[in-house]
């Protein structure tokens, strides 16, 4: 499941904005993939502007993988931002639900914080 807000404001404002709103949540920012970038180096045109963010927050995802490794393999969340008409929006696939589709137990708990704070730096990169 994705959980998505649209915003007013450019790309570039609301890029900042989320990096700023990580930060406030102790969430680092690890990569950022600019696939239309990525594509047009590749001779396709996407037309849209689209990156996605690696984020993490070190103390909970240290928890994770002490519960269990496999827990890497949906490691890091993924904020993505890209331009549709008018504004941008922001979105993501919800922790609790990457964690569900592997079957894993014993960290749901610690999933739905995560979830909590994702989807608070989403609402706040489009407040507007």
């Not at 959980?3 to 890029?15: A, L, T």
């Not at 700023?20 to 990569?31: M, N, S, T, V």
């Not at 070190?58 to 490794?69: E, F, G, H």
Request: hydrophobic letters at 40%; proline letters at 2%.
């Amino acid at each position: 499941m994705t959980y998505s807000k649209h915003s007013s404001r450019s790309s570039e404002e609301v890029e900042k904005r989320l990096a700023e709103a990580a930060a406030r949540h102790k969430f680092g920012i690890l990569h950022i993939h600019d696939l239309k970038q990525t594509l047009e180096s590749k001779g396709i045109h996407l037309g849209s502007e689209c990156k996605v963010y690696d984020v993490c927050n070190p103390q909970a995802a240290s928890k994770a993988l002490v519960t269990d490794m496999r827990v890497s393999t949906v490691l890091p969340c993924r904020i993505s931002i890209f331009s549709d008409g008018e504004g941008c929006t922001i979105a993501a696939v919800k922790p609790s639900a990457m964690l569900a589709a592997t079957g894993l137990d014993g960290v749901a708990s610690l999933a739905e914080e995560v979830e909590r704070e994702v989807l608070a730096i989403i609402d706040e990169a489009a407040q507007t």
